[in-house]
Nanobody, 122 residues
Framework: QLQASGGGLVQAGGSLRLTCAAS????????MAWFRQAPGKEREFVAA????????YYADSVKGRFTISRDNAKNTMYLQMNSLKPEDTAVYSC?????????????????WGQGTEVTVSS
């Protein structure tokens, strides 16, 4: 029901835009987020957006470089990633929770999407 896309290989300093497309149900009332998992590491929170896009928050490691947004009319969420670094290399997955925007980074997730791989070369 959630499918992430837009990953690829990019040089350090470059940009990518990830898309999370929902199907089968509407997520317009859900908080949504991006997580990532690098090889050999645990999954970590990246960014979250409230149900109407009015509030966002980010992991310190991406603050100022990444921007999360959503378009409820299209049932889609985005992650604009600028000034990419090799340490941003990971599989990025999108997630949705009916409740708990402010705690989504540490809460059980209602819906997970398939990930998209991002590789940043130095």
């Amino acid at each position: 029901q959630l499918q992430a896309s837009g990953g690829g290989l990019v040089q350090a300093g470059g940009s990518l835009r990830l898309t999370c497309a929902a199907s089968g149900r509407t997520f317009s009332s859900y908080a949504m987020a991006w997580f990532r998992q690098a090889p050999g590491k645990e999954r970590e929170f990246v960014a979250a957006v409230s149900w109407n896009g009015g509030s966002t928050y980010y992991a310190d490691s991406v603050k100022g470089r990444f921007t999360i947004s959503r378009d409820n009319a299209k049932n889609t969420m985005y992650l604009q990633m600028n000034s990419l670094k090799p340490e941003d290399t990971a599989v990025y997955s999108c997630a949705a929770n009916k409740y708990g925007f402010n705690t989504i980074e540490a809460s059980p997730i209602d819906y997970w999407g398939q990930g998209t791989e991002v590789t940043v070369s130095s």
